[in-house]
């Protein structure tokens, strides 16, 4: 199989245990008030990714009065990279849950997992209490090193699910 980059991505089919096992770990932390993080993992070949894989990282969980978030410490991205690694497959997005509008804030964009050009950040309201869709999440693209927002027929074109 071709490495491609994931800038030259023009469509990502995700397969549909990925979100549900993505919706169910954020509703996990919800349950307790905390936003959740999962990465997605998978292959990119030509202008297509197909995401097989979802993680949880390890992360510390925060709940302030200024609000809630995680953290992912420095092993645990490393020991991420090492795996990568080791099994050829490709970070293709990060996934994380809001406490009610899902939107990328300002600490989203700063402490970002995935840094390469035209990767995926998909933020779920509700803390993971939604649709088994996630064209209607609020999908993000990293371009030219800024996340841009996907409007519904960006994402529609872009995103797929697959058994």
Not at 41 to 47: Q, S
Request: charged share 20%; glycine share 8%; aromatic share 8%.
């Amino acid at each position: 199989m071709t490495a491609s980059r994931l800038a030259d991505v023009r469509h990502v089919r995700i397969e549909s245990h990925v979100v549900s096992f993505t919706l169910a770990n954020l509703q996990k932390y919800g349950a307790k008030g905390l936003e959740g993080l999962v990465l997605w993992l998978g292959e990119v070949e030509g202008d297509v990714a197909h995401v097989s894989r979802a993680i949880v990282p390890e992360q510390k969980s925060i709940s302030r009065e200024s609000g809630v978030g995680y953290f992912v410490e420095g092993n645990t991205l490393f020991q991420l990279n090492r795996a990568l690694a080791q099994t050829g497959l490709r970070l293709i997005a990060q996934v994380h849950s809001h406490p009610n509008e899902a939107y990328h804030s300002e600490a989203d964009d700063q402490y970002a997992i995935v840094t390469a050009e035209g990767g995926l950040s998909f933020v779920v309201p509700n803390f993971g209490k939604a649709p088994l869709d996630p064209t209607i999440w609020a999908i993000y693209r990293l371009t030219q090193g800024e996340w841009r927002g996907l409007n519904m027929n960006e994402a529609k074109l872009l995103i797929s699910m697959s058994e």
